[in-house]
Nanobody, 128 residues
């Protein structure tokens, strides 16, 4: 069974940086996509970025382009989300999610319904 463990969240001042990690284990095939989502109190879950293990193509929400960078280390089965120039509105619980994919042309992107395994989340709090 696929398991995801997020880490790297914390309290940071506006303008600072964090690197979130999503360590995946227990999967049977090497072709998968991992997405990062966030949910702030009282708001809907938002997809912020995703990447796939086949060609490494990344997707970003418009709200985070230029500040967030997603990367994948296939040797460690870990996906990272580098967050720079943090803003108070980035405060949320950040989740990573996993799904198997057949090809790099059929990707779930930032749609939460496209993923079927979720981590427990890591809190990111940005103070102004």
């Amino acid at each position: 069974e696929v398991q995801l463990v997020e880490s790297g969240g914390g309290l940071v001042q506006a303008g600072g940086s964090l690197r979130l990690s999503c360590a995946a284990s227990g999967f049977s095939f090497d072709e998968y996509a991992i997405g990062w989502f966030r949910q702030a109190p009282g708001k809907e879950r938002e997809g912020v970025s995703s990447i796939n293990s086949i060609d490494g193509r990344a997707f970003y929400a418009d709200s985070v382009k230029g500040r967030f960078t997603i990367s994948i280390d296939n040797a460690k089965d870990t996906v990272y989300l580098q967050i720079n120039s943090l803003k108070p509105e980035d405060t949320a619980v950040y989740y990573c999610a996993f799904t198997y994919i057949a090809t790099a042309t059929m990707l779930p992107g930032l749609a939460s319904y496209g993923y079927d395994r979720w981590g427990q989340g890591t809190q990111v709090t940005v103070s102004s």
